[in-house]
């Protein structure tokens, strides 16, 4: 298994819960798995909540309003193609991928949750899954073909995670 540097950051809006760290690193380690990356990444994880999300969809997309996950990758990746060993990719300092950030509205996931009827895990291992995929290339910008493509590997990877599979 591959050391991966994976960065969990509560900012002072977040009310730190004690699953969250733990359902976020198992998620990102499932997707790198499941996506088949072969090198060590870094990736940065900010928590925070609605007030805190939206300032940041602000400053980096200019749209004034609280979502429920953002994602910031480092590379422009093609979807199922991981990033390799190449100097591209690798951090001479450190030796990994800084595949890049996301950042997570806990505040948003509890209300997703609870929306859609099942658990907070679930919801903040969804989020997380849907982000990794984006740090990996994955979009749905068109409404057909590129979101059923994302949801399909969102679910079956999701189905792996205890507590953040589907009941």
Same mark, same amino acid.
Do not use: W
């Given at each position: 298994?591959?050391?991966?540097?994976?960065?969990?950051?509560?900012?002072?809006?977040?009310?730190?819960?004690?699953?969250?760290? $733990?359902?976020?690193?198992?998620?990102?380690?499932?997707?790198l798995?499941?996506?088949?990356?072969?090198?060590?990444?870094?990736?940065?994880?900010?928590?925070?909540?609605?007030?805190?999300?939206?300032?940041?969809n602000k $400053?980096?997309?200019n749209i004034d309003k609280a979502t429920d996950v953002l994602s910031f990758p480092m590379f422009q990746?093609?979807?199922?193609?991981?990033?390799?060993?190449?100097d591209e990719f690798i951090d001479i300092e450190t030796g990994l991928c800084p595949l890049g950030?996301?950042?997570?509205?806990?505040?948003?996931?509890?209300?997703?949750?609870?929306?859609?009827?099942?658990?907070?895990?679930?919801?903040v291992g969804y989020l997380t899954i849907h982000s990794m995929l984006h740090l990996l290339g994955y979009d749905h910008l068109d409404e057909d073909i590129q979101k059923l493509q994302m949801r399909q590997r969102e679910e079956t990877i999701a189905s792996t995670i205890p507590g953040v599979e589907k009941r």
């Open positions: 298994m591959l050391n991966h540097n994976i960065h969990i950051t509560y900012d002072i809006f977040a009310l730190k819960k004690p699953f969250v760290s $733990a359902i976020i690193k198992r998620c990102i380690e499932a997707v798995d499941a996506e088949k990356v072969s090198v060590p990444c870094e990736i940065n994880v900010l928590v925070t909540n609605d007030k805190g999300i939206r300032a940041i $400053a980096s997309r990746l093609t979807p199922g193609v991981p990033p390799t060993d190449s950030d996301m950042c997570i509205s806990l505040e948003r996931a509890m209300t997703q949750a609870k929306d859609f009827g099942h658990s907070s895990r679930r919801e």
